[in-house]
């Protein structure tokens, strides 16, 4: 067997691909035999994963308790297993699989590790420079056409199916989840970080769209189409947007 072979082998054993009996084949026997010296490495690996996804989702994990969650987690690696260098990104598939596999009881589990996850990744987003309102004098009628608003790493767009905004800060000031009433409504979220600290705010529909094209480089003119439903109001609407996103840190740089 060649050494990538070996490592594969190595590999399905640890992950549980295949049957641990199979170890003997690889590993020598010694105060432990084949299986159980692999089976070491095994429960090391899958704890490791447990206590990552413990701690991205501490507001999951507190509505399912820990045994649920434990069960919910080494179902989701079964089915996502870790495929990125780093661990950082292990959860981010978690909203996708709970709304594919909604917790009886609990249909807002989705949302609420939607929002834990962009606000995990929110925190780990590289440094971006921070444009001023100053910046927004570069708009002019003349440039208004090219301009783009470029915003920081650190921002996050959700469209979730329940408003869990109440729910999260119950949870983080201590009280239980099931004092809390939670509202099914679509609800658009932007998750974003001042400094060392995290936020996140619900917007309009509109808002969440501008913004959404704002992260995919659109011109000015787009991010204003998207208050379009707005009547009258659009231009109004949209640039009462785009300078809160200034105000609040948002927006990394204004290009003409």
């Known amino acids: 067997m060649t050494l990538e072979g070996l490592q594969h082998e190595m590999w399905e054993l640890i992950v ?24 070491v490495y095994a429960e090391m690996y899958w704890l490791r994963l447990r206590d990552v996804l413990r701690a991205e989702f501490p507001q ?31 959860g981010q598939q978690l909203a996708t699989f709970l709304r594919e596999r909604p917790v009886e009881g609990a ?8 929002l ?37 790493h650190a921002v996050q767009v959700l469209s979730l199916e329940h408003d869990v905004r109440a729910l999260f800060r ?20 932007v998750v974003f970080r001042q400094g060392f600290e995290v936020f996140h705010d ?5 808002e969440a769209s501008a913004l959404t094209l704002a992260l995919t480089g659109a011109t000015l003119p787009a991010l204003c189409d998207a208050f379009a439903t707005c009547g009258e109001e659009a231009p109004a609407r949209a640039f009462q947007a785009i300078a809160s996103w200034v105000t609040e840190g948002l927006v990394a740089r204004v290009e003409v």
Not at 18 to 39: F, I, Y
Request: net charge negative.
């Open 16 to 39: 549980g691909g295949v049957p641990l009996e199979r170890a003997a084949v690889l590993v020598k026997a010694g105060a432990l035999s084949p299986a159980e010296r692999v089976g």
């Open 170 to 189: 119950a949870q983080a000031d201590g009280a239980s989840w099931r004092d809390v009433e939670i509202a099914r409504q679509p609800t658009a979220l």
């Open 107 to 114: 249909p807002f589990l989705a949302d609420l590790a939607a």
């Open 202 to 206: 619900a917007v309009s529909a509109e």
């Open 60 to 90: 999951v994990r507190a509505v399912l308790g820990d045994e649920d969650f434990d069960v919910l987690a080494a179902k989701y690696v079964r089915a996502h297993p870790s495929t990125h260098p780093s661990l950082d990104w292990l």
């Open 116 to 152: 834990e996850f962009a606000r995990n990744q929110v925190f780990i987003a590289p440094d971006s420079p921070v444009a001023g309102r100053d910046a927004l004098t570069r708009v002019t009628p003349e440039t208004a056409a090219t301009t783009r608003f470029t915003l920081t």
